[in-house]
């Protein structure tokens, strides 16, 4: 669209994004591009510099308005839960994974009321997963935990599994984690659980008690989002953010515990697919972001200098 409809603060928010990502600042330049789409614009660059495009208004059903900011979902939080569980995925490729994951979950539920949500940054079609599930389309470009957190706000189940598209159910799994969580003292739950000695190496634990629970299968009751909060959005990546998340639940006073379910792990493929120094990069730059947090909190160990002894 001609630049002179754009309004002016539109116009100078993307000049001081500009200047921002020829600095390679690009944290503040990702929060005013989110500004930006606040105000109902899509920043797109270009050689010749940055243009605009109107995002359009939300469409009917269950889906959001493609390519929405992150921030612009509207929560359901303080509305009643109504399911019995959300499940959510954040899709950044692979939809083929997340169908996997759904067929196993519409097999095995029984007679549970289930809400599936898919936080979408690729622009798939929402027919790609059936009308039971509510798709949340976001921007290009939205990072990993913004994406998260604006498929979660959508909840209305009384728990919320936060999952991985590699995870393939191959029976009951909401059974097993209901009843975990039935526990109030139980914050977060899953199959998978890391536990470390000293905040650098960390190694899988059987349990039940762990540090974390791993994001490839998250389990939480609803209020928690409200409570805890969302994800940190500054991991545009995965990797720690589940690390965490997790610590900031045990820093309440509630358990991270392992609870078994039947699932099966196949690839995971945004790990898979990135470059191996890529991923060093970007594992190492999270790994930061977690300790900027939990830096010598060994407090919250369940095992390790000044830990409380492992829950049974």
């Not at 692979?94 to 996997?100: A, G, H, I, L, Y």
């Not at 706000?153 to 209901?178: K, T, W």
Request: proline share 7%; glycine share 10%; with cysteine.
């Amino acid at each position: 669209m001609p630049e002179s409809e754009v309004p002016r603060e539109v116009r100078e928010l993307a000049a001081e994004r500009e200047e921002r990502r020829q600095a390679r600042d690009f944290g503040p330049a990702d929060a005013l591009r989110e500004r930006i789409s606040e105000l109902g614009y899509r920043v797109i660059d270009g050689p010749a510099g940055p243009s605009f495009e109107p995002l359009g208004p939300a469409a009917g059903g269950g889906e959001q308005a493609r390519g929405a900011s992150s921030r612009a979902i509207p929560s359901l939080l303080d509305e009643p839960a109504i399911a019995d569980a959300s499940v959510h995925w954040v899709l950044q490729g692979w939809p083929e994974d997340v169908r996997r994951a759904l067929a196993g979950f519409r097999r095995f539920a029984g007679p549970r009321t289930i809400q599936y949500v898919v936080a979408d940054v690729t622009g798939a079609a929402p027919s790609t997963f059936g009308a039971d599930v509510e798709v949340v389309s976001l921007e290009e470009g939205t990072g990993w935990a913004a994406a998260r957190n604006a498929g979660l706000r959508r909840s209305l189940g009384r728990i919320v599994l936060a999952m991985d598209g590699s995870v393939e159910p191959e029976g009951d799994v909401l059974g097993p984690l209901e009843n975990a969580l039935v526990d109030p003292d139980t914050g977060v739950c899953g199959p998978f659980g890391v536990v470390t000695d000293d905040l650098r190496d960390f190694e899988a634990s059987s349990g039940p008690e762990v540090d974390a629970i791993e994001g490839y299968l998250m389990a939480f009751r609803r209020e928690l989002l409200t409570e805890v909060g969302g994800f940190d959005e500054r991991f545009r990546w995965y990797r720690t953010a589940d690390i965490e998340y997790s610590f900031r639940v045990r820093d309440t006073g509630l358990r991270a515990r392992v609870v078994p379910v039947p699932v099966r792990r196949h690839e995971h493929r945004a790990w898979a697919s990135t470059p191996p120094e890529e991923r060093a990069r970007l594992s190492k730059r999270n790994y930061n972001r977690f300790l900027d947090h939990f830096r010598g909190r060994f407090d919250l160990l369940v095992r390790g200098p000044g830990s409380r002894p492992a829950g049974g």
